[in-house]
């Protein structure tokens, strides 16, 4: 998502580059590349003047004609108005002061709901709360079914009803359940009810009356991004008819133009708590604007980066490996080199990674085409050697390379490959480690 609406900013940007002052025409110019750019990522009219005006204005402003990089100053310019309409700061969840928190989801079906019940079960669960996701879709016979699934894949018990008695009734579900936890000491509901292919006024009665029974801490509207401007229109009607606190964008990952994503905390004035990127419980995080912007703009998300990797890496293990790197002595095996590997697979796929790193966006073609196997192929080369061939890898000769093909499956060139590709690693690492990190990629474009 973005892809398009990147690349035409980088663009846009790049006419500026190496200017000392900006004239009324450079800045008129600009204007008008970013309200194409906006337009054609399919952000709503409205958003996109509001948008444009800010940047046009400060443009003129003594911002810029006083900044000693005119051009540099836009882009920070564009990136601060950019958190802005995405909502400012991160909007955290608000926890009851008392019993348990409720958390209600509103939406459309198909918008993920029940996907994101479970993934935001897991969360919570990841930060020392016990939740109960409770079964509140009523209305599609798979629902509970596919709760209770998505309950048992993240380890978060399902409230439901007793199956044999008929359809239940949703609102004494959702009210029933609040008993439950407090009776079992859970301390945040997750809510899920039923949702509509469309927009309707019994759907919108359901999930009001369950919001009047339960009284959320939290109504959380649940929108799919790659539905392009009826998220912002189904966003509205859900506003008026039943009402939230704050919207959860799914399917962040998918390729549609995000037009969406950028419009729906302006057009409502409610914020974007959650985003929900991928199929894996764990591709779920709070939503931060700022980091979304520079994301757009791309200047990377290293904080986001950062955190993920903190999570994925095993301390230990990265600290060990390192600790040998820098001690430059040589003694990095082909084992640290597959520890490494499988270090890196946690993180998710590479592709998804190197979108964050800055500067990383004249790749994308290139990351695209990453071809992920390439891991599997490693993996398998190293588990066919004998420990002694992973921790002293010039013992590797023809015969023993002819022996590992095999053995993995690949061929003797895949193996020769390899095997030059560590040595090669090896002595960059040990030069690094001599003479220090080389440089960070500047900032891109300017
Ligand atoms: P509900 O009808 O609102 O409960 O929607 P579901 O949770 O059943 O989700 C509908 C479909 O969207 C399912 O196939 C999910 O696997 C898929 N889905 C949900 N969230 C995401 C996401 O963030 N990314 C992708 N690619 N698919 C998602």
Redesign the pocket.
Known sequence: MFATLSDRLADTFKNLRGKGRLSEADIDATAREIRIALLEADVALPVVKEFVGAVKERARSEEVSQALNPAQQIVKIVNEELVTILGGETRRLRYAKTGPTVIMLA???????????AKLALWLKEQGKTPILVAA?LQ?PN?VN?LQV?GGRVGVPVFAPEPGNGVGDPVSVARASIEEAKRKLHDVVII?TA?RLGVDTELMKQAADIRDAVQPDEVLF?V?AMIGQDAVNTAQAFLDGVGYDAVVL?????DARGGAALSIASVTGKPVMFA????KMT??DLFHPDRMASRILDMGDMLTLIEQAEKAFDADQTSKAAEKLLSGKGDFTLEDFMEQMKQLRKLGSMTKIMGMLPGMGQYRDQLENFDEREIDRIQAIISSMTPAERQNPKIIDGSRRARIAKGSGTKVNDVNQLVDRFFEARKMMQQMAKGGMPGMPGMPGL
């Open positions: 939406g459309l079906q198909g918008a993920g709901k029940t996907t994101l019940a879709d599609r629902a596919q998505n899920d949702g649940v799919d799914t399917k962040l990952d998918g929900s990127n991928g199929e591709d779920f």
